[in-house]
């Protein structure tokens, strides 16, 4: 270094050396304000859906804030982590999300060529010689180490997208229980729902008991969050979507539709049985309740007659002739009635021959 450059260089130091001595009084009131400021720093606003917590010097106080001011030391000495306890959060579980295509969609269409196609038409398919018609391609099969699922109690593979709700209730426990909560909450929640429904079986899940299923997955994910002091609270878990592997959901189909025309066939040929058996029944019971009827009518009329009879013989008992002639009586009076024109014969004459017309009442 030469003597004109540390010449330059010490004029350098005056010349600032005076101008500090000039700003000394400016710069104090400067660097009090500057020092008041950092200080007001310190105090800190709490929102009201929000609760926070304190790092002093790196080390979270248990002390939990609700909403309002906070008075601490500025930064680095305080530090304020704030919690959204008003917030419900939500995480996707997709871990055993549908994926790939359908085996054996009815509805994806053979690719055969023009020759082929000719072959299938004209051809039996019990020719030997004839070509085989070559079959749908298969689709993707299910990798048990990429695409997750879970067991039904029928032995059912069974997928699903789900989500886990959860609210913080106690920020000094869910700041002190881990760095990932998420991923902890989400592996409860699979094993909450592989319990619930590994206990059903698969139809039972996919209709009736998929509300039951949710709730009560919720309530045990609930239980060990609480055993794990995770400082949460399980709201619920929401089922958007829940069916069998994609790759069999055709098959799937077949057998849900095959139950349900068993079914309807059932519940018509019973209702069949019920209303036609309930009908003959009835036509059974007005036959019955005639032949009853017409029954009681005849047998009241034999024990009429019987008993009309039963006296008249003991009449003829005590006088015959007067009974006969009665009974002659009545008969000739019952015939005359019934005729217009009647001819007196007297006794001991030839007997004439007679034509008896009805009365026109008896004619009808």
Same mark, same amino acid.
């Given at each position: 270094?030469?003597?004109?450059?540390?010449?330059?260089?010490?004029?350098?130091?005056?010349?600032?050396?005076?101008?500090?001595?000039?700003?000394?009084?400016?710069?104090?009131? $400067?660097? *009090? *304000? $500057?020092?008041?400021?950092?200080?007001?720093?310190?105090?800190?606003?709490?929102?009201?859906?929000?609760?926070?917590?304190?790092?002093?010097?790196?080390?979270?106080?248990?002390?939990?804030?609700?909403?309002?001011? &906070?008075?601490?030391?500025?930064?680095?000495?305080?530090?304020?982590?704030?919690?959204?306890?008003?917030?419900?959060?939500?995480?996707?579980?997709?871990?055993?999300?549908?994926?790939?295509?359908?085996?054996?969609?009815?509805?994806?269409?053979?690719?055969? /060529?023009?020759?082929?196609?000719?072959?299938?038409?004209?051809? @039996?398919? /019990?020719?030997?010689?004839?070509?085989?018609?070559?079959?749908?391609?298969?689709?993707?099969? &299910?990798?048990?180490?990429?695409?997750?699922?879970?067991?039904?109690?029928?032995? /059912?593979?069974?997928?699903?997208?789900?989500?886990?709700?959860?609210?913080?209730?106690?920020?000094?426990?869910?700041?002190?229980?881990?760095?990932?909560?998420?991923? $902890?909450? @989400?592996? $409860?929640?699979?094993?909450?729902?592989?319990? #619930?429904?590994?206990?059903?079986?698969?139809?039972?899940?996919?209709?009736?008991?998929?509300?039951?299923?949710?709730?009560?997955?919720?309530?045990?994910?609930?239980?060990?969050?609480?055993? &794990?002091?995770?400082?949460?609270?399980?709201?619920?878990?929401?089922?958007?979507?829940?069916?069998?592997?994609?790759?069999?959901?055709?098959?799937?189909?077949?057998?849900? /539709?095959?139950?349900?025309?068993?079914?309807?066939?059932?519940?018509?040929?019973? #209702?069949?049985?019920?209303?036609?058996?309930?009908?003959?029944?009835?036509?059974?019971?007005?036959?019955?309740?005639?032949?009853?009827?017409?029954?009681?009518?005849?047998?009241?009329?034999?024990?009429?007659?019987?008993?009309?009879?039963?006296?008249?013989?003991?009449?003829?008992?005590?006088?015959? *002739?007067?009974?006969?002639?009665?009974?002659?009586?009545?008969?000739?009076?019952?015939? &005359?009635?019934?005729? #217009?024109?009647?001819?007196?014969?007297?006794?001991?004459?030839?007997?004439?021959?007679?034509?008896?017309?009805?009365?026109?009442?008896?004619?009808?």
């Amino acid at each position: 270094m030469t003597t004109r450059s540390i010449r330059k260089q010490g004029r350098a130091v005056e010349a600032l050396l005076i101008l500090l001595k000039h700003l000394t009084a400016h710069a104090r009131w $400067l660097f *009090a *304000a $500057l020092l008041l400021f950092y200080a007001l720093s310190g105090v800190r606003s709490v929102r009201s859906n929000e609760q926070a917590l304190l790092l002093r010097f790196g080390k979270i106080q248990p002390e939990i804030h609700g909403p309002g001011l &906070l008075i601490g030391m500025p930064d680095p000495f305080d530090r304020l982590v704030r919690f959204e306890t008003g917030r419900e959060f939500s995480i996707p579980l997709n871990g055993w999300a549908t994926g790939g295509v359908k085996i054996s969609d009815p509805e994806t269409a053979l690719e055969l /060529n023009d020759e082929q196609l000719t072959r299938a038409i004209q051809k @039996s398919p /019990n020719d030997p010689d004839s070509e085989a018609v070559p079959e749908k391609p298969a689709g993707s099969t &299910l990798d048990p180490v990429v695409d997750g699922y879970t067991l039904t109690a029928d032995f /059912n593979i069974i997928q699903g997208r789900f989500v886990l709700r959860y609210r913080i209730n106690d920020p000094f426990l869910y700041a002190t229980a881990g760095d990932d909560i998420d991923t $902890l909450l @989400s592996r $409860l929640a699979y094993r909450a729902l592989s319990s #619930q429904i590994g206990t059903r079986n698969i139809d039972s899940s996919l209709t009736a008991d998929r509300r039951e299923l949710a709730a009560r997955a919720a309530d045990s994910t609930r239980i060990l969050a609480g055993e &794990l002091n995770l400082g949460v609270s399980i709201t619920a878990i929401d089922i958007i979507e829940l069916a069998p592997p994609s790759q069999v959901v055709a098959a799937f189909e077949d057998v849900s /539709n095959a139950r349900q025309f068993a079914k309807t066939i059932y519940e018509n040929s019973r #209702q069949y049985h019920d209303e036609t058996l309930e009908k003959y029944r009835g036509e059974a019971a007005a036959i019955t309740y005639r032949a009853e009827g017409h029954a009681a009518k005849l047998t009241s009329t034999a024990a009429g007659e019987s008993a009309a009879f039963q006296e008249m013989l003991v009449e003829h008992r005590r006088s015959p *002739a007067l009974v006969s002639q009665r009974l002659l009586s009545e008969t000739l009076s019952t015939v &005359l009635g019934g005729v #217009q024109s009647r001819t007196l014969v007297p006794a001991g004459q030839a007997r004439p021959s007679l034509m008896i017309e009805p009365a026109p009442e008896f004619s009808r």
